[in-house]
């Protein structure tokens, strides 16, 4: 499927459409009670309404806003964002959405224009919008000019990630921002620990075994921050096709330097990988499949990687004992 089908398929245009008349009502009705600008809270509003796209930032979100917002993840665990095309039921929940946060640096990349349409009319706030441009993984192994938008699985990114969810919370609504700021530096004292944890685990890998090969380059910021050489068979979007080619590479690899083990992701089908395993296998090395990580999802609830320090956790966990 290309782009240009997708932006002229006639259910697109309907929803696009739904899309703008909401916003129009939306517009007008705040305007005839004339409680304030949408950019701040309304006196007599009770809870912040706030829509994520996937489930990391709304658990990030919760953490910081508290009792303070409501939050509702338009994606649910195992979806790939990549791919990730907005209902019509999601439309109206952005719509009727006080605040939004996504990942941004296209992680949605088939949301960019209705994000774009929502971000003239209410806070849209790329959550990754604070981190330094100059520590995004970009180059030629990220499709040309485009940064990796992976950014969760470096702990510190997170951490910026949770600045701009205070500063966000705290411009919308000034009387609660001591309550965020709270929220946001208990949560920031977790991070942090969280990321020693992960530096810490990673040791128990012997360093010639620190070799992560997964579905799809999730783990770019994962690898740079916690000293791991990461391939992926799929390269940073799912979007983009692998073929013959990528397979054999990865699995010429995985021979020569006698990878142990390569891990599936859960929003990402394991089918890929499994030919890279046969492929290694023909050739007389034996490649397990060291578990599955929670890549651009986090897990279901009662999964145990449910909230992203589980999952992170979980994640790390996976690799270690595989590796190790
Ligand atoms: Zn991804």
Same mark, same amino acid.
């Given at each position: 499927?290309?782009?240009?089908? =997708?932006?002229?398929?006639?259910?697109?245009?309907?929803?696009?459409?739904?899309?703008?008349?909401?916003?129009?009502?939306?517009?007008?009705?705040?305007?005839?009670?004339?409680?304030?600008?949408?950019?701040?809270?309304?006196?007599?509003?009770?809870?912040?309404?706030?829509?994520?796209?996937?489930?990391?930032?709304?658990?990030?979100?919760?953490?910081? *806003?508290?009792?303070?917002?409501?939050?509702?993840?338009?994606?649910?665990?195992?979806?790939?964002?990549?791919?990730?095309?907005?209902?019509?039921?999601?439309?109206?929940?952005?719509?009727?959405?006080?605040?939004?946060?996504?990942?941004?640096?296209?992680?949605?990349?088939?949301?960019?224009?209705?994000?774009?349409?929502?971000?003239?009319h209410k806070p849209t706030v790329p959550v990754s919008k604070d981190i330094d441009q100059a520590v995004l993984r970009s180059g030629a192994d990220i499709n040309g000019t485009q940064f990796d938008p992976h950014i969760w699985f470096d702990v510190k990114h997170w951490i910026s990630a949770a600045g701009t969810v205070r500063?966000?919370?705290?411009?919308?609504?000034?009387? /609660?921002?001591?309550?965020?700021?709270?929220?946001?530096?208990?949560?920031?004292?977790?991070?942090?620990?969280?990321?020693?944890?992960?530096?810490?685990?990673?040791?128990?890998?012997?360093?010639? @075994?620190?070799?992560?090969?997964?579905? /799809?380059?999730?783990?770019?910021?994962?690898?740079?921050?916690?000293?791991?050489?990461?391939?992926?068979?799929?390269?940073?979007?799912?979007?983009?096709?692998? *073929?013959?080619?990528?397979?054999?590479?990865?699995?010429?690899?995985?021979?020569?330097?006698?990878?142990?083990?390569?891990?599936?992701?859960?929003?990402?089908?394991?089918?890929?990988?499994?030919?890279?395993?046969?492929?290694?296998?023909?050739?007389? /090395?034996?490649?397990?499949?060291?578990?599955?990580?929670?890549?651009?999802?986090? @897990?279901?609830? *009662?999964?145990?990687?449910?909230?992203?320090?589980?999952?992170?956790? /979980?994640?790390?966990?996976? =690799?270690?004992?595989?590796?190790?």
């Open positions: 499927m290309n782009q240009s089908k =997708i932006k002229k398929s006639p259910l697109q245009r309907v929803k696009m459409t739904l899309g703008v008349l909401a916003l129009i009502l939306v517009a007008a009705c705040s305007k005839v009670e004339g409680d304030g600008t949408p950019a701040t809270r309304g006196a007599e509003q009770e809870v912040i309404q706030v829509v994520t796209t996937t489930g990391m930032i709304a658990d990030l979100v919760k953490e910081i *806003g508290g009792t303070e917002v409501n939050t509702v993840a338009l994606m649910q665990p195992g979806v790939d964002p990549h791919l990730f095309k907005a209902s019509q039921g999601d439309i109206q929940k952005l719509d009727k959405a006080d605040i939004i946060f996504y990942g941004g640096l296209h992680l949605e990349g088939k949301m960019t224009e209705i994000l774009e349409k929502l971000e003239r500063d966000t919370l705290s411009e919308y609504d000034p009387n /609660h921002a001591d309550l965020y700021k709270q929220n946001a530096e208990a949560y920031i004292e977790k991070l942090n620990a969280l990321d020693a944890e992960v530096k810490e685990k990673i040791n128990e890998i012997p360093e010639s @075994g620190r070799v992560l090969v997964t579905a /799809h380059d999730a783990f770019g910021y994962f690898g740079d921050a916690y000293g791991m050489k990461v391939m992926g068979l799929q390269g940073i979007s799912t979007a983009a096709e692998y *073929g013959s080619k990528d397979v054999s590479k990865l699995r010429d690899y995985l021979v020569e330097n006698k990878i142990k083990a390569v891990f599936v992701e859960s929003s990402v089908p394991p089918k890929a990988m499994e030919a890279v395993i046969a492929g290694a296998k023909e050739k007389g /090395h034996i490649v397990k499949i060291g578990g599955e990580l929670y890549s651009d999802s986090m @897990g279901e609830p *009662g999964s145990g990687a449910d909230t992203y320090i589980t999952m992170v956790r /979980h994640n790390v966990n996976t =690799i270690v004992d595989a590796l190790k």
